[in-house]
């Protein structure tokens, strides 16, 4: 609990009827809901055969209502929603539905490849049906290589028919002992390295 010493009751001042009377309208939210009942009922009906005007194509028609009216009972764009919905549609409005798909199967690989491949490879990169990945040797490179269609067909059961057409195999990172821009064709190359 605290270290600080209770706190003594404090006598309780004596207020008017009025000042008791404005209190309890501040604490009490009917005033609230009388006064938005009696703006709502103010308000004139629309005419018969006169439409309401939607500002945008994704919300109902009850949500373009005047400024300051009150949803009703039934449901409204409005009225809170699920996160999960409001991410579904972010994302299908977005377009980011293979990418995150992808991505996903990306953060599974060792799940979808196995363990001991999964060790020796790395998915870098998606696009336009292209999934590259990076090995760690030159022989896991080879093996990866004659493993594609395999992992095509895989990814594809996981991802949608048609999502990773071609699986680039990369090799190692090499050092390169290129420098500077140019560089000859037929040029001796770096000579003795690993001395």
Known sequence: MSDEPPVEP????ETTPEEEEESEKRADGLDLARSL????????????GQ???????????????RRGAVSGARPDDRDPQLIDSVVSRMVNDHGWDTSLRVHGVM?????IVGEEIADHTTPESY???KLSVRTDSTAWATQLK??????????NQELGHG?????????PH????????????????PRDTYG
């Open 10 to 13: 404090v006598e309780p001042v």
């Open 37 to 48: 009942t009696r703006a709502t009922a103010r308000m004139p009906a629309p005419k018969a």
């Open 51 to 65: 439409k309401r005007r939607r500002t945008s194509p994704g919300l109902s028609p009850r949500s373009t209502t």
């Open 107 to 111: 953060a599974r690989w060792s799940d």
């Open 127 to 129: 696009a336009d049906g």
């Open 146 to 155: 004659l493993l594609a269609p395999t992992l095509v067909k895989r990814l």
């Open 163 to 171: 999502t990773v057409i071609l699986i680039e195999v990369l090799g």
């Open 174 to 189: 090499l050092p390169s002992w290129k420098k500077g821009p140019r560089g000859l064709r037929d040029g001796r190359g």
